[in-house]
């Protein structure tokens, strides 16, 4: 009876654990990009499941019997419908087929910060957290005077912003510096 009762367990995971993988991703409209991974899990194929699969810089996933893929501006679980109305004609007769991020594309941070560079996102990032990632206001950091390039804009304009705007990846965040 506990064996049964393991087995029961076991098999509710493999179907409710990598469907609730990025829930915080997907409530907040996330769509992926260039420098995300995903894991891509199809239950009963190991040949087609895969870890840690980059999205390249043309945007792109490679996927067997699929190919190339283009996934950028699509949500995971655009991907994920992608997938199963790709396999279930041909290669598959009822494909369980879960995507979820596992790496996120990162941010970037420079100026008046005491570890500048690029920052990997996470969910529900404020510009605050982002600036304690990055080790914090140097002495001369105007707090005041923070400028982003937001990934999404297409004309690539600077916008002031406060301590609690919601970082996004790709964003390109600089931090001012005081005159006194």
Known sequence: MLRLTLIVIFLACC??????????AEEAGYTLNAGDAVRIYVYGEPDLTFERLPIGQNGRISYPFLGELKVTGKSSGQLQQMLVDGLKPDYLIDPRVSVSVMRYRPFFINGEVNRPGGVDFQPGLTLRKAISLAGGFTERANK????????????????KVGLDYQVQPGDIITVQDTFF
């Open 15 to 24: 179907f409710v654990l990598p469907a609730q993988a990025e829930p915080e």
């Open 144 to 159: 005041k005077q923070i400028l982003v390039i937001a990934d999404k804009d297409p004309n690539r304009e600077e916008q």
